[in-house]
């Protein structure tokens, strides 16, 4: 059973804006610790592709926390959504602590859509009820 469904798009021209602004402090406010890691190393690579990752995952975390109905307060955090890629690409939600104690207390599982073009990036999240608590 479908228990939420949410969607969001992330201008990157804003967010390389913000980055410019506030340094790397902005990424490490959104960023879990595995995923600031990533956007490290293709920064380090290519100015954009960083900028590209923060964007989806800015994006995806969004679009969870309009999926599970409760925005931006806890237990939803920041850093405690983390979008992963597997090993062969697919990207998958990790959570931590209370959220992914309330995540799972509900019995719920997610799916996770990214893309990103030149100046958006946009999220598409189902979140299904598996069992019932």
């Not at 890629?85 to 019995?107: D, M, S, T, Y």
Request: hydrophobic share 40%; with cysteine.
């Amino acid at each position: 059973m479908i228990y939420g469904i949410g969607t969001d798009i992330c201008d990157l021209r804003r967010l390389r804006a913000t980055l410019t602004r506030r340094g790397e402090r902005f990424a490490e406010k959104v960023l879990g610790p595995a995923e600031i890691e990533v956007f490290r190393s293709r920064r380090a690579k290519v100015e954009a592709r960083g900028v590209s990752y923060l964007a989806t995952r800015f994006s995806a975390k969004e679009a969870f926390s309009k999926a599970i109905g409760m925005g931006m307060r806890m237990p939803m955090t920041w850093r405690a959504c983390e979008i992963l890629n597997q090993p062969g690409g697919k990207p998958a939600i990790r959570l931590h602590g209370a959220l992914a104690e309330w995540f799972e207390a509900r019995g719920l599982r997610a799916h996770v859509s990214v893309t990103d073009e030149t100046d958006y990036a946009a999220t598409f999240v189902v979140v299904e009820q598996i069992n019932t608590p």
